[in-house]
């Protein structure tokens, strides 16, 4: 959200009290299922969450990786039963947010449901991005892509990454993410490697050539406004006043 807006101390006070419990789980631990009703949604305080969709025995799709900050289970609120499933990646900590608890947050801090406007549609176009290639892409432009989709998401979450990001991702998973085979990732791996692009080292990527690493990717360069105009006008209090007494009409 704070892609967006910056939260206030009042709105920060406002979601620790949306939450009912706060659950770790160990990594490849699964935190929902896909089909299960849904009366939860989570936020993300530490570690990578998946959202896979199952598509039969030993066939997923990883459509969707959360960092720090995110709300996993989010997308499912406009159905009767969970859209994927949720997946820890790594060793993650999940506060718990009831739906009656996450409509009464809204309801303190109306102003995260215009950022959540923006969420979304920052999330359609990466999901755009993200289908373009795999869809239209080979292998090799596939991996940089997500690769570079990382980096750029990373060093919004912590300003100053540089060219070392994160990679706790195993083969297996990468290869969910990218619709290739284990095998095809290491073999792409080891080509980037070889190219000079990356350096692997433990559960890091050292990124050598992050401009040559976007060219091959062929992924669009997207700015997402940071507090655009129009957003912090509607956030103005006479607006925000306005949203909140129409959801204390909705929920009270």
């Not at 967006?4 to 770790?24: G, K, M, N, Q």
């Not at 859209?83 to 900590?93: K, S």
């Not at 998973?173 to 070889?194: I, K, M, P, Q």
């Not at 997207?222 to 209090?237: D, G, I, M, N, S």
Request: charged share 25%.
């Amino acid at each position: 959200m704070s892609e967006f807006i910056e939260p206030t101390t009042d709105e920060l006070a406002a979601l620790e009290d949306a939450a009912l419990s706060r659950r770790v789980f160990k990594r490849n631990q699964t935190i929902s299922l896909q089909g299960q009703a849904v009366k939860e949604v989570y936020f993300l305080r530490q570690g990578w969450v998946g959202s896979s969709l199952e598509l039969g025995p030993e066939r997923s799709q990883l459509v969707k990786i959360f960092l720090p900050g995110d709300f996993p289970g989010l997308a499912s609120i406009a159905l009767e039963r969970a859209a994927a499933t949720l997946v820890a990646l790594t060793d993650v900590t999940v506060d718990v947010i009831p739906l009656d608890h996450l409509a009464r947050f809204f309801e303190r801090a109306p102003r995260f449901l215009f950022a959540l406007l923006v969420m979304t549609q920052q999330e359609r176009v990466m999901l755009m991005d993200q289908l373009t290639m795999v869809g239209q892409s080979k292998a090799l432009q596939r991996l940089a892509a997500l690769i570079v989709h990382m980096h750029r998401r990373l060093s919004v979450l912590r300003p100053g990454t540089g060219n070392v990001i994160e990679w706790p991702l195993t083969q297996q998973r990468v290869a969910e993410a990218a619709g290739l085979t284990s095998v095809h990732v290491n073999r792409v791996f080891r080509e980037l490697t070889e190219r000079g692009l990356i350096a692997r080292e433990g559960r890091q990527l050292r990124l050598l050539d992050i401009e040559a690493l976007s060219r091959l990717s062929g992924l669009p360069e997207r700015h997402f406004a940071k507090e655009p105009p129009w957003l912090v006008k509607c956030c103005e209090p006479a607006t925000v006043d306005a949203a909140a007494g129409h959801l204390n009409r909705c929920f009270g």
